[in-house]
């Protein structure tokens, strides 16, 4: 069965109304035949049938045993780190979403869980900072926002050769274009707010599991702790994972055009897309992932905030705004945005300069969005003729 097709077949017909679309099931608790005797649910904090629809939804799309459904992306990156106790290490890739940084350094820190982090572009860099303290490795590839890419199966192979957990962010790639655990991969996780809920309206995350008893620990966690996700929410997810591949093609395709123009312009010095044959890992993400994804970020020669600033607030299409993966382009300064609790050192060691962009390409005519970035690099021609 092909992708699109399993997509599709994988969200079931209502039993009871026929209803082709998921029902949502928008209430709190359910009646029990008698006490601890119910049809699968007693409470929705603990289960949720439109809930469910979309956890196994996931699950199946990831190769996974099990899915689970969060309040955000953030909130399924913190189930995974309470799989942790206190003393225990986690090697983090050094490129990583701000977000999780601060959750990692600002709140598990305090609880004795340390993190290294480590350029993850080479598996043996991976093998080097490994002590018997560390239980979790953790990546995201692409990265965010340089879109640095690991060869998953090679450090899975160090993972378990050490028996410790590897989890994949799979956010900016989707299962449409990558399946980290078919890579070796124990745990997938996904800000499904991006490309699997596709239209920029909801805040949502997803934990896959490649085994059952890894699945059960997670379930727990979700239970236990209650960041779930809602009813309408997660019927949202559900329909923007049906047109996943579609908009995931689409979505590559548009990007490798304009990242194909970046380079050929004169005031960017670096342009990051795991399409383009110059980039550093160009033939790993060929050979791991299907589609080269809708996000590109490049450098402007000058490496002054001032200027990078005035490009991103003079773009019409492309709108300046935190986020990605929707059907709209959007542009952010992470420097100013997405990454700014990481320290200025740190930041900037990881590739994170005050001059990188990051576009997330939407589903627009490419010739338009072209267009588009011609006209802000070209208030900066201007703005630097001013002040020369």
Known sequence: MKETTKILHSIPVDELTGSISTPIHQTSTFVQIEPGVHKGYDYARSNSPTRKVLEDLIAKLENGT???????????IDAVVKLLSTGDEIIAVDDI???????????????GITVK?????????????????????????????????????EISKIANANKILLCVDNTFASPAA???????????????????????????????????????????????????LAPFDSWLVIR??????????QHSDNAQKIAEFLQTQDLIKNVYYPGLPSHTNHHIAKKQQKYFGGV???????????????????TKYFKLAESLGGVKSLICLPCEMTHKSIPFEKR??????????????????????IQDLKSALNTIKNKLLINS
């Open 348 to 369: 900037y060691e990881a590739g994170v300069t005050d001059s990188l962009i990051r576009l997330s390409v939407g589903l627009e005519d490419v010739d338009d969005l």
């Open 240 to 249: 923007g994972i049906e047109t996943l591949p579609l908009r995931i093609k």
């Open 66 to 76: 099990n899915g689970y459904a969060f309040a955000s992306g953030l909130a399924a």
């Open 117 to 153: 982090y480590v350029d993850a572009t080479n598996a043996e860099n991976v093998a080097a900072n490994i002590s018997s303290k560390t239980k979790l490795i953790w990546i995201e590839s692409p990265t965010n926002p340089t879109l640095k890419i690991s060869d998953i199966e």
């Open 97 to 111: 979403y701000g977000g999780a940084f601060r959750l990692f350094t600002h709140v598990y820190q305090k609880f």
């Open 178 to 228: 990558q399946k980290p655990i078919e890579l070796g991969a124990d745990i997938v996780i996904h800000s499904a707010t991006k490309y699997l809920a596709g239209h920029s309206d909801l805040i949502a995350g997803l934990v896959i599991t490649k085994t059952e008893e890894l699945g059960a620990k997670i379930k727990f966690i979700q239970n236990a702790s209650g960041g779930i």
């Open 296 to 314: 590109i970020s490049f450098d402007l020669k000058i490496d002054e905030k001032d200027y990078a600033i005035e490009f991103v607030k003079n």
